[in-house]
């Protein structure tokens, strides 16, 4: 039961009083009883024996060598058992933060957005098959197709002109057509647009491209951008795409396929058609006999002849769209580049100063980190060792307890 | 009793503070132990191992938690009721009176009937009550002193002394 602390005016005059005749001062006349109790009290205080007495005074001119205590090996393991008990619970600990942490990102394995840009490229019958440097899968594993689906990729990465060996896809056994699409993303040094807006039509030329059309300017506060509207023959379009790759730092990559086959081989089809229609209708009016049949097969041959002449120009649109690549690329010249913050640039008083406040604010970041771990394992090492201070000194105090 | 000590310079800079702290408080402190444990063998160990104890520990010692006699009085506390844990029973207060705190023939004979009254009802007292009439009038600690070595605060400190005293005092006038 908690008892009351505070005392009365009277009980505080006996205290004074006592403190009083203990230090041999007088006291009131009615607390002289008080008085003679602490002189009877004290009179009979312990004494040390002279030999004692002896032996202390002689420890103490030798600097109390350290001789009476000897701590017992049962308290020393009793320690040592708190180390690793410690270390368990520091770990869990640490271990909890860590699931706690990491229990709220739920993207954590999936998928990587490492650059391949000369990555096979697929193409699934008459669908396109789109691929981006940034959606592109890291492993086969993840998310990765069905057997089938899989051998319909593998189909579809049979090289230009030659024949699908499945056949599946297409029942034609002509080569196969593919539209390819890229687009490609460049950035470079504000001030190296120019220049790289030259080696790119230098490049197109290298690889017998041509460039459809261009447009160089100021775009935004950000800086000067250019882009391009180029045609690449596509059998040489990997190359290309390595070598425009090389004129900057790769922002996007996209490439698009697209198989025309099936159309191609349909206006193929067509034109045969009407070609061997038209020879008919030639035959035919070489043996015509008369007038009215002349008229007439001459009339059926211009609409055959016009036929054959719009499916021979869709034929060459299609080949042609097979034939050469469209790349459609974008180059920004980014400001703080030019300033020299790129790999090409000088280094800067003011690259140092921003490299510092980086590595300053990564510096913070640990330590924050840090203190996020550390500060609840110090709370609870402190809450520990509160407790086991109380638990001590209660285990003391009840030595004074009745037994 | 020499009164209580003020050491301005702190223990950690000076080894004659703390000889100067010995001096003074050595034979208190023997008394509180001696009372506390009430046998003179365990007294002079734990007197002897509070001392080694300090002396050890002497640069810890900080000036701004208390004075250095109410650090040394805890020392030895602690040490005591570890001795007393360890025997697993609490004293008597007077189990072997030396023969020297024997009244002497010549004393006066109320004198001596006063303090047979006076020690036997400090045997009386619990363990606790014995303990705070030993830091008190043996070992002279202020109230803060005392609140320091129990762990409490001043006013409770000298609400628990007026009281060991206050039991002092009827057990010194109950009938015998």
Known sequence: ?403 | MSGVLTIDEPLNTSTESFDALYRDSARDLYAYVRTLLGDDASAEDVTALAFERAYRRRESFDERRGSSRGWLFAIARNAALDELRRRNRTAPLVGELPDELAPAPEEEADVALRRSTVRAALAALGARDRELIALKFHGGLTNVELAAVLGCSETNAGTRVHRAVTKLRKACHAPA
């Not at chain 1, 492993?139 to 593998?154: F, H, I």
């Not at chain 1, 460049?186 to 490049?203: I, M, N, R, Y």
């Not at chain 1, 490439?255 to 086959?261: E, G, K, M, S």
């Not at chain 1, 003011?350 to 203190?371: H, K, S, T, Y």
């Open chain 1, 1 to 403: 039961m908690r008892q009351r602390d505070c005392l009365s005016p009277e009980e505080h005059r006996e205290l004074e009083a006592l403190d009083r005749a203990l230090a041999g001062e007088p006291v009131d006349d009615d607390l002289r009883e008080l008085q003679r109790l602490v002189l009877d009290v004290r009179a009979d205080a312990p004494r040390m024996s002279p030999g004692f007495a002896a032996r202390l005074e002689y420890q103490a001119a030798e600097g109390f060598p350290a001789s009476q205590e000897r701590r017992s090996p049962a308290r020393r393991r009793r320690r040592w058992v708190l180390v690793p008990a410690a270390g368990v619970l520091a770990a869990a600990l640490a271990a909890l933060v860590v699931v706690l942490g990491s229990g709220g990102s739920g993207d954590v394995g999936s998928g990587g957005a490492g650059q391949a840009p000369d990555g096979p490229v697929a193409a699934s019958g008459d669908s396109a098959t789109r691929e981006s440097t940034a959606e592109r899968p890291a492993a086969p594993s993840a998310g990765a197709p069905p057997l089938e689906d899989q051998a319909r990729v593998d189909r579809a990465l049979v090289p230009l002109g030659v024949p699908n060996p499945g056949g599946t896809i297409s029942p034609s056994t002509s080569p196969r057509r593919v539209q390819r699409t890229v687009s490609l993303a460049l950035s470079v040094p504000g001030d190296e647009l120019q220049s790289t807006a030259d080696d790119v039509v230098g490049t197109v030329d290298r690889f017998g491209g041509i460039v459809a059309s261009s447009s160089i300017g100021a775009d935004d506060a950000s800086g000067a951008s250019a882009s391009f509207d180029l045609r690449i023959p596509t059998e040489r379009l990997d190359g290309a795409l390595a070598a425009l790759s090389k004129l900057g730092h790769v922002a996007e990559r996209r490439q698009d396929l697209v198989d025309i086959t099936g159309s191609f081989d349909s206006v193929s089809d067509r034109l045969s058609d009407a070609r061997a229609e038209r020879k008919g209708l030639q035959r035919a009016l070489g043996r015509a006999t008369s007038k009215a049949q002349v008229d007439s097969l001459k009339a059926r041959l211009r609409s055959a002849t016009s036929r054959v002449s719009r499916l021979k120009g869709d034929l060459g649109s299609l080949r042609r769209r097979a034939d050469l690549a469209t790349v459609s690329l974008a180059i920004r010249g980014d400001a703080d580049e030019a300033d020299g913050g790129g790999s090409g640039g000088s280094w800067s008083p003011g690259d140092a100063a921003g490299d510092a406040l980086r590595l300053l604010e990564v510096f913070a970041g640990v330590a924050l980190i840090a203190l996020a771990v550390l500060a609840p394992l110090a709370l609870l090492g402190a809450l520990v060792a509160l407790g086991l201070r109380a638990t001590r000194r209660r285990r003391r105090e009840s030595a004074l307890d009745p037994a």
